[in-house]
């Protein structure tokens, strides 16, 4: 699937909480998967564009602090010093090639693997896509997408390794200070005794401290990935879990909320994964509150960025509660929910699930609006289900062919673009749907469109226009 494709303007949807910086993994502008937007309506990191993946960051209000990356010139030189003098010891270890960065030429804490298979830690690799890079540093070919997946398997070696020969792990948090990507630490014990003290009071008996303790972790996790490792290792995930049971409304909210922050950072993921969230966020899918129900979509966006986790939330019932809040949602649990529906369908097995639960019918009127708000979303998910035969037919008895020709005549240049992409993928090997959109008048505008739309969609347009004249041959 061509990386453009995947971003439509969900970016907006995922972190309300996290700020723009943090949504970098979602899909933003229409194609490409960025950083992972895990925005919830809070955080304001970055992830404007739901255009590059994997990374974390989202549509929010609230800014989120980042940390300096760079240390003054004297520190530079004391850990260049340091670090030569360690490489001279005879008794260090040699660390193998393959647990190094390529580019900062560093142990890896977060291995990702980008398109082309090469292993990256994911801040260099993020910061070097981030500054418009569209190719891999090592082997210089295009990256076809700029997904990041996390390379758990090599993340696993080095952990081992790093024990075996006694080294310290390179993770951001030890002996009570954070090791900052400058190489320097801060200590954060005065932090640490804070936060375990409002964990335990997460499982307070008084509901009064409960609801101040959640609401509090809910506003430290949007604050900084220091926070979020933090709130992590002082064991609050499996709570907050719980706490998404609670009759509650506030602190149901709050600790839904909180899980979104935290699986911001992406070794949280897995912990949130581990610790049994997935059928607590579904239910308040089903039947939340409106921020709650927001929230938990956002939250099944950014735990779906992992491609197992996809089979998992799939599995889980979450689709059907999905499409429906697609259907019926606030505008911002609209957005939410196609934003956690696209990511999911980039997994075949889902996309019978999503077409099983209705939600072809659904993107149809979205296309339909009078007010267009969300055609780009609607279009992009099409996008992602035209591969799949079930969705082929249900795309074409809901009577979408002549909804997406009139596109190609007034749609907005990307509109036009996914929807000669949506023709292409209902014509192959399917000569009765090309007859169809012959008859209802594609040709004309299709020829307009290879003439003058953008690159991605003069040579869709070409093929099919192709396809036609090999039509009228038989």
């Not at 933090?230 to 509650?248: K, M, Q, S």
């Not at 709050?254 to 581990?274: D, Q, R």
């Not at 992409?421 to 209802?440: G, Q, T």
Request: charged content about 25%.
């Amino acid at each position: 699937m061509n990386s453009r494709m995947i971003s439509f303007s969900l970016a907006e949807s995922v972190d309300k909480e996290v700020d723009h910086v943090q949504r970098g993994n979602r899909l933003t502008k229409m194609g490409h998967t960025e950083k992972s937007a895990i925005i919830n309506h809070e955080v304001t990191e970055g992830l404007e564009t739901v255009s590059g993946s994997n990374g974390s960051k989202s549509h929010s209000t609230d800014q989120v602090t980042s940390e300096p990356n760079e240390v003054d010139g004297s520190k530079k030189n004391i850990l260049a010093s340091k670090k030569s003098e360690d490489m001279k010891k005879p008794d260090a270890p040699t660390i193998p090639d393959d647990f190094l960065c390529p580019i900062s030429l560093e142990l890896m804490r977060d291995p990702v693997i980008v398109a082309t298979g090469q292993t990256y830690e994911r801040s260099y690799i993020q910061r070097w896509i981030d500054t418009g890079n569209v190719t891999c540093p090592k082997t210089q070919q295009k990256l076809e997408h700029l997904t990041l997946t996390p390379n758990y398997v090599l993340r696993s070696l080095i952990s081992q390794w790093c024990a075996k020969h006694n080294i310290e792990q390179p993770t951001g948090l030890a002996n009570g200070r954070i090791k900052k990507s400058d190489g320097s630490f801060r200590d954060v014990s005065g932090d640490i005794a804070a936060i375990q003290a409002l964990v335990r009071k997460l499982s307070s008996r008084s509901l009064e401290e409960r609801r101040t303790a959640v609401s509090e972790i809910r506003s430290l996790s949007k604050r900084s990935t220091d926070n979020r490792i933090l709130i992590a290792e002082a064991g609050a995930i499996p709570v907050l879990v719980n706490l998404l049971a609670a009759e509650d409304v506030s602190i149901q909210e709050n600790a839904v909320t909180a899980i979104l922050n935290l699986s911001i950072y992406e070794n949280n993921k897995g912990l949130i994964m581990l610790a049994g969230a997935i059928p607590s966020i579904v239910q308040i899918l089903r039947a939340g509150s409106v921020e709650a129900r927001e929230n938990a979509a956002a939250t099944l966006f950014s735990l779906s960025l992992g491609d197992e986790n996809k089979i998992i939330i799939g599995a889980s019932g979450a689709i059907p509660a999905l499409v429906e809040l697609l259907e019926n949602g606030s505008p911002r649990g609209k957005k939410d929910a196609a934003t956690a529906l696209f990511n999911l369908c980039i997994y075949q097995g889902n996309k019978g699930r999503a077409v099983r639960a209705g939600i072809v019918p659904a993107l149809l009127k979205m296309l339909t609006d009078s007010r267009n708000s969300m055609a780009d979303e609607a279009l992009t998910i099409l996008s992602v289900l035209a591969s799949n035969q079930d969705a082929k037919v249900a795309i074409v008895k809901a009577s979408t062919i002549p909804v997406l020709i009139d596109l190609l005549r007034t749609g907005q240049p990307r509109n036009k673009e996914n929807a000669v992409a949506i023709l292409l993928s209902l014509c192959k090997r399917d000569p009765e749907n090309l007859a169809c959109m012959s008859r209802l008048g594609a040709v004309i505008p299709l020829m307009e469109l290879a003439k003058s739309g953008t690159e991605r969609a003069k040579r869709k347009a070409t093929s099919l226009l192709e396809q036609f004249r090999k039509l009228q041959q038989l």
